[in-house]
């Protein structure tokens, strides 16, 4: 899960493409309705209560905001909170679309086998553990749970650090986070990405 580049599949039925690892996301929620029931996402656009209240379970445990994790979650699935989703194009799956060896081995599970789980077993087993690596995120800035997601190395740096240069591969393919079009992708701008989605998650759904 470091830096990749993001999944295409919603296309141009998302709002606002953020290219992140491999993997679509969306700043703004597509229409409600035609989920199935293992996902996250109701067919009516509700937030599924078991799977509710397993994101304030686990992002409790890891000093998370609860709205934080449901919005990295949002954005990593275009908002379906469906953990069989990939990415046609790299492969990456789930819920925080997991992608890389190292990141599978933390997990404990093989893409077939996440893409067979609900979201909730998903999210209580692959996701904890996932996340459980970085340790406890009590005291951190909360919008580093983003980055844990899309690039570790920016985690607890000023919102200055560069991630990606313009010019670069990485920088081409995130280039949505480059809000200020000074050709260079930093920690801030991340943060500043998922704070916006986090906003949206909660004016939808609560938490």
């Known amino acids: 899960m470091k830096a990749r580049a993001l999944l295409g599949a919603m296309g141009a039925a998302l709002a606002a493409l953020v290219v992140l690892g491999g993997r679509s996301a969306s700043a703004a929620p597509p229409p409600s309705g035609g989920t199935a029931k293992k996902k996250g996402v109701l067919a009516d656009g509700s937030l599924d209560p078991e799977f509710r209240s397993a994101t304030v379970e686990v992002a409790t445990e890891r000093g998370i905001e609860p709205g934080m994790l449901l919005a990295v979650m949002a954005l990593e699935t275009g908002w379906t909170m469906d953990p069989a989703i990939r990415n046609p194009q790299s492969g990456a799956v789930g819920l925080i679309q997991f992608l890389h060896p190292a990141a ?7 893409k077939d086998e996440l893409a067979a789980m609900t979201a909730v077993e998903q999210l209580n087993g692959p996701v904890r553990r996932y996340f459980a690596q970085f340790g406890s995120f009590a005291g ?57 989605v986090r906003n949206k998650v909660l004016s939808r759904w609560g938490l």
Do not use: C, M, W
């Open 104 to 110: 599978l081995k933390v997990a404990g599970a093989t």
């Open 140 to 196: 951190r800035d909360h919008r580093d749970a983003y980055l844990a997601v899309f690039a570790p190395a920016g985690i607890g740096r000023p919102d200055g650090f560069v991630l990606y240069a313009g010019g670069t591969k990485a920088y081409e393919q995130n280039r949505g986070l480059d809000k200020d079009g000074d050709g260079q992708i930093t920690a801030g701008d991340v943060r500043r990405s998922i704070e916006g």
